[in-house]
């Protein structure tokens, strides 16, 4: 069975930090590419970051800088590192898995605005809510 799980969401204070993990189990992780989205509440979804299989990565213009992803593939993890949260990064995170032969290049459309292709994408975790609030 194919699962994408999201965790480390959290409330965190501004200019803090969370480390949001994605642990995927029933396909081979490290063949395909991992992006994150987020959707604030009232928004539509965006695209955070991507990493392909090379380990190269993509950012949406307002979190590089600040976010950080990574892939562990022997942990079948990837990981998205984000630091001086801002309030609005308040948002649900997802990760997803697509393109099997493993390249972001075919999902990021525009790092302005998070423009990532979500039709590309094969699986899909349920989601982790991270709020940031003082």
């Known amino acids: 069975q194919v699962q994408l799980v999201e965790s480390g969401g959290g409330l965190v204070q501004p200019g803090g930090s969370l480390r949001l993990s994605c642990a995927a189990s029933?396909?081979?992780?490290?063949?395909?590419?991992i992006a994150w989205f987020r959707q604030a509440p009232g928004k539509e979804r965006e695209g955070v970051s991507c990493v392909s299989t090379d380990d190269s990565a993509y950012y949406m213009d307002s979190v590089k800088g600040r976010f950080t992803v990574s892939r562990d593939n022997a942990e079948s993890t990837v990981y998205l590192q984000m630091n001086s949260l801002k309030p609005e990064d308040t948002a649900v995170y997802y990760c997803a898995a697509g393109d099997p032969s493993g390249g972001c290049n075919t999902i990021v459309i525009s790092t302005t605005g998070g423009r990532w292709r979500e039709h590309a994408m094969d699986y899909w975790g349920e989601g982790t809510l991270v709020t940031v609030s003082s």
């Open positions: 029933g396909f081979p992780l490290d063949h395909y590419a």
